[in-house]
């Protein structure tokens, strides 16, 4: 009799148990694919807190010891752009540095994105690889802006507020033991730095200043290669950028100089590096470290 029992009570358990159907955690969600170009970032609430360290002084006169000082910028406001951050380069030890810095470039722009921040790719003269993403269309299709001065194409030293560089290249820019054939060996972004979510693709300075406007912009943090070299003049570079009124800082530990410490002023390539960087606090704009831009403040 009890072998009968057992069924019957959990046949009637189970109509007496009746479910309602309970809705998917992710039912809200926009799945057309179509629409990923076009999506609108979130401008959500947050601060980020930056201890930017300069040290102004004009040219000609006598430089001053660094300061450092914290700023809040509005997390909604603030744009990452990528510089020439490319999976090869003729110089070998380049590349070498730019590998070993990729994991901590991908760490700090993924705990940025993950605050509200804008992030840009600029891998200058790969972008046919990205021409049908929806990252690049979100750059090339941003409503047209007319900035306050006209862009360059690239922005050499500028002779009204900043000497000449103090490392020399000249002559040569490598710091290889035996330098290879100056042939371009990049083809992409290094694969190491994810492209994901709302960021987007470009490196014309008037596209980018475009979706700048459009996505109200007013701070840039750069990083990337070559500090001395595209990091400055390129036409979304730091003196492009400082010269159309942005809030612009150079990410002092995500960077690095082409320089060889066979040339002038005969240093270490990590003091050329930093030699360049205080070129920069005293002339361009602030640095900050990595960290400053991984955390967020309501």
């Known amino acids: 009799m009890v072998r009968y029992l057992i069924p019957v009570m959990i046949a009637g358990l189970a109509i007496g148990c009746v479910e309602t159907e309970k809705p998917k955690p992710d039912a809200g969600c926009n799945r057309n694919v179509a ?81 509200g921040v804008q992030i840009i790719h600029s891998p200058s003269g790969t972008l046919d690889l990205y021409t049908d993403t929806p990252h690049r269309k979100r750059v090339v299709n941003a409503k047209a802006a007319k900035p306050p001065i006209p862009l360059a194409a690239w922005c050499h030293c500028d002779e009204t507020r900043e000497p000449e560089l103090p490392v020399e290249t000249a ?24 492209i994901i979510g709302y960021d987007g693709i470009g490196e014309n300075g008037q596209e980018i200043f475009n979706f700048l406007t459009q996505e109200g912009i007013k701070n840039v943090a750069l990083m990337g290669v070559h500090t001395n070299m595209c990091v400055l003049g390129r036409p979304f570079g730091i003196r492009q950028l400082v010269k159309l009124g942005f809030h612009v800082v150079l990410v002092r530990d995500l960077t690095d100089a082409m320089y060889d410490p066979r040339q002038p002023p005969f240093v270490s390539h990590a003091r050329g590096t930093e030699l360049v960087i205080e070129h920069i606090e005293r002339y361009w704009c602030p640095t900050i470290l990595a960290a400053d831009l991984t955390r967020a403040v309501p």
């Not at 003729?90 to 993950?114: D, F, L, W």
């Not at 002559?171 to 994810?194: E, F, I, N, S």
């Open 171 to 194: 002559k040569c820019a490598c710091d290889d033991p035996v330098v290879g054939a100056y042939v371009r060996k990049y083809t992409r972004q290094h694969a190491g730095l994810d």
């Open 35 to 115: 629409d990923e170009a076009t999506a609108v970032r979130p401008k959500v609430p947050g601060k980020l807190k930056l201890a930017m360290r300069d040290r102004p002084s004009p040219r000609g006169e006598k430089p001053v010891p660094p300061k450092e000082r914290v700023v809040e910028w509005l997390a909604a406001e603030t744009a990452i752009i990528i510089c020439d951050m490319w999976d090869d380069h003729y110089c070998k030890s380049a590349a070498q540095r730019v590998g070993v810095m990729v994991p901590r470039m991908n760490e700090t722009i993924t705990h940025a994105r993950s605050n």
